[in-house]
């Protein structure tokens, strides 16, 4: 699917991922998140992890290419609201985004987003809910979880904490928390251990973290 995006008006084709670009996506989120959030990152091991899970959308694992070149890629999980302790209703989320720093702020990010969101529409899926920046976010329809009594599992509601409906009034009625999949509760030594199948690169200093620290929809685009 080609697409021109952003200021500049490049080209991009949008297609779904396939098993042989798996190592190329991997490279491609390191190096989109590498000392971005904090030394090193862990996104590209979550990546690797999400395709493993039944949480995995493969429908939705797209990657963006230019002159053949994996440019940017974005993938998503099935994640729920929990209304009642037997009662949950599926939503999905997405996350980790990751655009090459050469093609980052060009418009790749939203292609992605955009392309996405209309495939999960013809799904029927419910929602999205996700954790990220609300000026960049908005555009695309989002609105605090708030305004749908959506909270995270410890009861908190912020303004990074975001739904969009999938369809007018799919979450109507429906609050509760919010629960992502396990995956994003990733092992600090089977990241570094994954690490160490890739080039050395230098961290930067600081404190090392590992996971999304705004949660699954962290994006480097």
């Known amino acids: ?51 493993l899970t039944e949480a995995f959308i493969p429908e939705l694992d797209i990657v963006a290419e230019r002159d053949k070149q994996l440019v940017g890629h974005i993938i998503y999980t099935r994640s729920k609201v929990i209304t ?6 599926e939503t999905i989320t997405f996350g980790p985004i990751s655009v090459l720093p050469a093609y980052q702020r060009q418009g790749i990010g939203s292609a992605l987003i955009r392309h996405t969101l209309s495939i999960a529409k013809q799904m029927r899926f419910r929602a999205i809910i996700i954790f990220g920046d609300p000026s960049y976010y908005r555009r ?10 959506i909270t995270t ?17 799919s979450m109507k009625g ?35 973290l590992v996971g999304l620290p705004g949660g699954p929809s962290q994006s480097a685009r």
């Open 1 to 51: 699917m080609p697409q021109k995006e952003g200021a500049i008006g490049i080209e991009i084709r949008l297609r779904r991922e396939f098993k042989e670009d798996f190592r190329k996506v991997e490279t491609l989120t390191r190096e989109a998140f590498w000392n971005v959030y904090h030394p090193g990152c862990s996104e590209h091991f979550l990546v690797h992890e999400i395709r």
């Open 84 to 89: 009642t302790p037997h009662c949950s209703f």
């Open 140 to 149: 695309f329809g989002f609105r605090s979880a708030s305004d749908f009594g």
């Open 153 to 169: 599992a410890d009861g908190q509601s912020f303004d990074a904490f975001m739904v969009l409906e999938l369809y007018e009034g």
């Open 174 to 208: 429906i609050s509760g928390i919010f629960q992502h999949d396990p995956v994003f509760n990733v092992d600090p030594e089977k990241v570094a251990a994954f690490d160490n199948t890739f080039p050395v690169k230098e961290k930067r200093p600081g404190e090392t």
